[in-house]
C-alpha cells in the first residue's frame, strides 16, 4: 500500500499567535440576486472565517501524535516540503477531539450559509469539510445549493460527486465549469506539466492549455484508470484537485505555515491531505515539531512513463507501472481502491485482412480475489475517440478475444468488482502490419495446457491458453502457433525451437566473466514440417521442461522457407 506524507524539511516553530493571523479570504463570490444586505453578508463571511480559524487551531493542538521515523527518504522534495510513499501504512484516524471540532465548524459554516446564502466561499468551505468528514452526500447537497458564479458551482459540483465512489457523473460537471470559467483559470486547469516526468517535460514542453492539444487529450486516454468505466476518473480527479486548491488557499494548514506554490504543486500531484499527524512534542516547545499530512491510500500511479507519449508504438507493456516509486503523480481511485496490474498472455493471429487479439489471464492464485462477483472486459483504442470492447462476467481464470484492423491499438484488459472496491489491468500496445502477397508470416506463439486437449489440437488450444507466463516445470507445456502464406514449395520446411536463459542477475554474469560458473547453453530441438497449402496452418507441440532449471527464458521459433529469409517469433516465459 502507499501512503504519502508530507512533512516540513525543517521543525516548525510557528506559535498559536502566527496562525491566527493569516490573511483572511478574499471573497471569491459576490452576495447577489436576493435579498441579503452587504452588511449581513460580511458578517456571515467573518463568522465562518472565524470559526474555520478556531477549528484549524485547536486541529493543530489535537492532531494524532504519530511517530515518523527519521529515516524516510523523499520520493519528491517540493518547495520545502518532503513527500514519500508506505507501502506498508494504512490512513491514520483523525482524534474524536478533531471529529467534534470540526462538526461544530459545519454547523456554523450552514449558520453563516443562511445568513449570505450567495456567498461561494462559504459554500466551497461548507463542502471542503463535509468531504473531509466523509459526509460525501451531504457534500454534494451543499454543492447543489450554491447560487454564485456558475463556473464556481459547477466546479464545486464536480468535486462533491467525484468523492461518491459510485458516481460517475463528476465530468460533466468539470466540464461545464471548464467552459464557463475565466481564460487564466481553464489553463491553470488543463495545464499537465506538473503531471510528466522530466524526459516527457524536456521532450514537449507545456501540454494543456491550449498546447499541444491533441497530446492533452491522448495523455487523459492514457491515463484512463479504467477503459471499460464511463468517465474518466483520473481526469475527474485532476480537476477536483485544483478545485480543492481554491478552496485551500489563504486558509490556515496543518502544516502551522503559510499556502504556496509548493502546496499547491503538491495537491495537483498526489492530492489533498485527509488527516494531519505530527510528531511527539517537548514540554518547553509543543510546536518543535514537524506535522505531516496524508493523502488518500492506497494510490497508484496511472499515467504512463514512456519517454514519447504521442505514439503508440513508442510504448509497450513496461509504460505502466501503477506502483512506480518515486513517481510524478499518483492517485487513489475512490471507485475501486484496491488496484493492481494483470501479467497475463496476450497473443495476436492473422484472420484474412484483419487481425484477431486473445488475452487469457489466472488470478486463481490471488486470494484477494476470492468470492469475488468479477467482471472481464478486453478494451482495444486506437486513439482516445475510438473504442472497440467486449465485456462479461468474469471468473478466475479466463480468456476473451476481440478483432481489429491490425493498426496500432491499446489493448486494456480490465477485471473488477465494483462491490468490493477492486480492480486490475493489463495495458499494452498491439498491431499487425499488413502482409505482402508472397511473404510467410508467422503468429505469436500461445502457451497452452495440453493436457486436455481433445481430438484435433489447434483451435481447441484457444480455451486452454494459460493465463500467463509463468510456466510449472512440472507439467507439460503446450505451444500453439499459425503460419500464413506458405506454398507447395514451402514443402519440407525446417522449423526450430530454441530455449535460452536470460536475465541473469549481476553476481552471476561476474562469476561467469572470471571463469567460476559456466554460461548456459540454449537448447534447440529442430524437424522439419510438411505443411499442406493454405491462408493459415496451424501447428503445436507439446514440451516436457521437467529437467531445465527454474529462470527466465526466452523461447523462440523459426520457419525457414525454402530461397526466404527466416521468420521468427518468440516468448518471454518464466520457469518455476
Not at 512533512?7 to 436576493?34: D, E, F, K, W
Not at 489553463?187 to 524536456?202: E, F, G, H, I, V
Not at 513517481?327 to 484483419?354: C, H, I, K, N, T
Not at 486463481?364 to 475517440?385: E, H, K, P, Q, Y
Request: proline share 7%; aromatic share 8%; charged share 20%.
Amino acid at each position: 500500500m502507499h501512503w504519502l506524507k508530507l512533512a516540513l524539511l525543517t521543525p516548525l516553530a510557528a506559535p498559536l499567535a502566527a496562525v491566527a493571523q493569516s490573511t483572511q479570504p478574499t471573497p471569491l463570490l459576490p452576495a447577489s440576486r436576493s435579498g441579503v444586505t452587504p452588511a449581513d453578508s460580511v458578517a456571515a463571511r467573518r463568522a465562518a472565517v472565524r470559526a474555520q480559524r478556531q477549528f484549524e487551531l485547536s486541529r493543530r493542538h489535537t492532531m494524532r501524535v504519530q511517530y515518523i521515523g527519521s529515516g524516510q527518504t523523499c520520493d519528491a522534495r517540493i518547495g520545502r516540503f518532503c513527500q514519500w510513499n508506505d507501502d506498508n501504512a494504512t490512513l491514520p484516524r483523525d482524534p474524536d477531539a478533531v471529529h467534534d471540532a470540526r462538526r461544530t465548524l459545519i454547523d456554523a459554516l450552514e449558520r453563516a450559509a443562511i445568513r449570505s446564502p450567495n456567498d461561494g466561499w462559504i459554500t466551497g468551505q461548507r463542502v471542503r469539510y463535509l468531504i473531509e468528514a466523509g459526509r460525501n452526500a451531504e457534500a454534494v447537497s451543499a454543492a447543489d445549493s450554491c447560487n454564485g458564479i456558475d463556473w464556481w458551482c459547477h466546479g464545486l459540483r464536480g468535486l462533491a460527486l467525484h468523492e461518491l465512489p459510485a458516481s460517475m457523473s463528476s465530468d460533466s460537471a468539470f466540464v461545464m465549469a471548464l467552459a464557463s470559467m475565466p481564460p487564466s483559470e481553464r489553463c491553470r486547469w488543463t495545464d499537465l506539466s506538473a503531471l510528466l516526468t522530466p524526459a516527457q517535460r524536456k521532450r514537449y514542453g507545456k501540454v494543456g492549455c491550449s498546447s499541444n492539444e491533441p497530446l492533452l487529450a491522448t495523455v487523459w486516454w492514457l491515463a484512463d484508470p479504467l477503459h471499460s468505466i464511463p468517465g474518466n476518473q483520473r481526469q475527474a480527479e485532476h480537476y477536483a484537485r485544483h478545485m480543492m486548491n481554491l478552496l485551500l488557499e489563504g486558509s490556515p494548514t496543518g502544516y502551522g505555515t503559510t499556502w504556496g506554490n509548493d502546496l499547491r504543486e503538491l495537491v495537483i500531484r498526489y492530492g489533498w491531505v485527509r488527516v494531519w499527524t505530527r510528531q511527539s512534542s517537548t514540554s518547553t516547545d509543543p510546536f518543535s515539531t514537524s506535522s505531516s499530512g496524508h493523502e488518500a491510500t492506497p494510490s497508484y500511479h496511472f499515467l504512463p512513463d514512456a519517454p514519447r507519449l504521442d505514439s503508440l508504438t513508442a510504448l509497450g507493456d513496461s509504460a505502466w507501472s501503477v506502483r512506480a516509486r518515486p513517481s510524478a503523480e499518483r492517485y487513489s481511485p475512490g471507485l475501486v481502491p484496491r488496484f493492481s496490474q494483470l501479467v497475463p498472455q496476450v497473443a495476436v493471429f492473422r484472420r484474412g485482412d484483419s487481425a484477431m487479439v486473445l488475452a487469457a489471464y489466472d488470478i486463481s492464485g490471488d486470494t484477494s480475489w476470492t468470492d469475488s462477483t468479477t467482471d472481464a472486459a478486453l478494451v482495444l483504442t486506437r486513439d482516445a475517440s475510438t473504442r472497440l470492447q467486449g465485456i462479461g462476467p468474469g471468473r478466475q481464470y479466463g480468456w476473451t478475444n476481440a478483432f481489429f484492423d491490425g493498426s496500432p491499438h491499446l489493448l486494456s484488459l480490465e477485471l473488477f468488482d465494483l462491490k468490493k472496491g477492486r480492480a486490475a489491468f493489463h495495458r499494452t500496445v498491439v498491431s499487425l502490419p499488413p502482409k505482402k502477397a508472397g511473404e510467410v508470416s508467422v503468429s505469436d506463439l500461445l502457451l497452452f495446457d495440453p493436457a486436455s486437449l481433445r481430438g484435433g489440437p489447434n483451435p481447441e488450444a484457444f480455451p486452454k491458453a494459460l493465463g500467463s507466463l509463468s510456466v510449472l516445470r512440472r507439467q507439460p507445456l503446450g505451444l500453439y502457433w499459425e503460419m500464413y502464406g506458405l506454398a507447395r514449395a514451402d514443402s519440407a520446411l525446417p522449423v526450430s525451437l530454441t530455449l535460452t536463459r536470460t536475465g541473469d542477475g549481476a553476481l552471476k554474469r561476474f562469476v561467469r566473466s572470471i571463469g567460476l560458473g559456466a554460461a548456459s547453453t540454449p537448447l534447440t530441438i529442430a524437424w522439419r514440417d510438411f505443411p499442406s497449402e493454405g491462408a493459415v496452418i496451424t501447428r503445436s507441440v507439446s514440451l516436457d521442461l521437467s529437467q531445465v532449471p527454474r529462470g527466465r527464458y526466452v523461447l523462440r521459433m523459426e520457419i525457414k522457407p525454402p530461397g526466404r529469409s527466416v521468420v521468427s517469433t518468440s516468448r518471454l516465459i518464466q520457469l518455476r
